[in-house]
């Protein structure tokens, strides 16, 4: 049997029984850790989702795997905040000591692949969404490719809602605000030399090219730093060179890592390394910036009255897709995601909705 929407005003939050939801909440949970649902196929996840969504008697809208709902009693004069989180997991490391789709309780803790990163966020956002009569207007999405900033995820879904003022993304944070997370730029660094043969010292070296460049990305420091995510940070993590032990390359490529903060957009930076470097850049996307809002934003007002603390965010996150104000917070622990025998905790799960409700309502 379906079961209905249902709002509610919660004057008392003492009074309030949470464990239904909950225990929604976590039997749900179950079966998306059951499913597999790695990157870009997640269609059994979504139809999930979506089941679940009509059974609870709401008109679901989906774009290929990206699931939504919006509130019944939508006004639009009235402010919309967007509750997002994604379906979708990395694959299993080799060290899990479990099957990571087979969801395990061992006491308070449910484990199992994606539980923390980030089913948690995802089913206490929906059953808030389901318990709440709020000031604003919701809208629930669950979306797909967040782990890989995939072209079919979060970007096809934003174009067909409404207009949104401020998004909450669920997210492990501990359930404290999020304002601010780094961006991601990844660089293709290329020095040019000249082929020889090395027994005769021919040619122009490539990696001999390279090194004025690796020891600038070593050693240069941005300027503006973040109060919430500290500096700019760059890493080079790939070099590749050489075809054989006798031939001088004439080809060096490095990848380069950039974690920008949100002083700085990635076009800056990007303009500001090939200022300093010798070599051929050339970015891949400039479309992973880093996000904030200020934390004079009523929600990140209201967060810090009840309580919890303001953080800067390391990890990237849909949010750098979002072309409006965005906060990260949600059940669990960002270590645990990407880990070996991830989980959430239920009490988490139970807090997370709670304080969800309390965030959002009048």
């Known amino acids: ?14 009074t309030t029984d949470f464990s239904t939801y909950t225990n929604d909440a976590v039997a749900l949970l179950q079966r998306l850790i059951a499913t597999p649902s790695i990157s870009r196929s997640e269609t059994e996840v979504a139809d999930i989702m979506e089941e679940t969504l009509r059974s609870y008697g709401y008109p679901v809208q989906r774009k290929k795997n990206n699931v939504w709902v919006i509130s019944p009693d939508f006004i639009e004069k009235r402010p919309t905040v967007l509750l997002n989180a994604h379906l979708d ?12 789709f087979s969801p395990t309780l061992e006491g308070d803790r449910l484990y199992g692949l ?85 027994a005769r010292n021919e040619g122009v070296n490539a990696i001999y ?8 990305f070593r050693s240069y420091r941005f300027e503006r730093i973040s109060d919430f995510l500290g ?20 080809e060096c490529h490095m990848v380069v890592d950039v974690r920008t903060n949100e002083l700085y957009t990635n076009q800056e930076v990007y303009d500001i390394i090939c200022q300093h470097t010798h070599s051929e850049v050339k970015a891949r996307s400039f479309r992973l910036g880093s996000s904030h809002i200020d934390t ?6 209201k967060c810090i009255d009840m309580g919890m603390q303001p953080f800067g965010s390391p990890t990237l996150s849909d949010q750098a897709l979002m072309p409006f104000p965005s906060f990260k917070l949600g059940p669990g622990d960002s270590a645990r995601s990407h880990s070996a025998d991830e989980y959430i905790g239920i009490s988490e799960i139970r807090q997370a909705i709670e304080t969800y409700v309390r965030l959002l309502s009048d």
């Open 231 to 250: 500096a700019t940070k760059m890493q080079v993590t790939v070099i590749n060179a050489g075809t054989q032990h006798n031939v001088v390359p004439d």
């Open 1 to 14: 049997m379906a079961i209905k929407c249902r709002f509610r005003i919660f004057a008392d939050m003492k």
């Open 296 to 301: 004079r934003h009523p929600l990140i007002r």
């Open 89 to 100: 997991t990395v694959k299993p490391v080799s060290s899990w000591t479990r099957n990571p």
């Open 114 to 198: 994606g539980s923390n990163d980030c089913g948690g966020g995802l089913v206490s956002l929906l059953q808030a969404f389901r318990m709440l009569t709020s000031p604003f207007n919701l809208i629930f999405l669950a979306s797909a490719e967040e782990e890989v900033s995939g072209a079919d995820g979060i970007v096809q879904a934003l174009p067909e809602l409404p207009p949104i003022d401020v998004a909450i993304v669920g997210e492990p944070t501990g359930m404290q605000p999020a304002v601010a997370e780094k961006g991601l730029m990844v660089l293709d660094v290329t020095a040019h030399g000249k082929s020889g043969h090395a």
């Open 209 to 216: 090219e390279v090194l004025d460049d690796l020891c600038w």
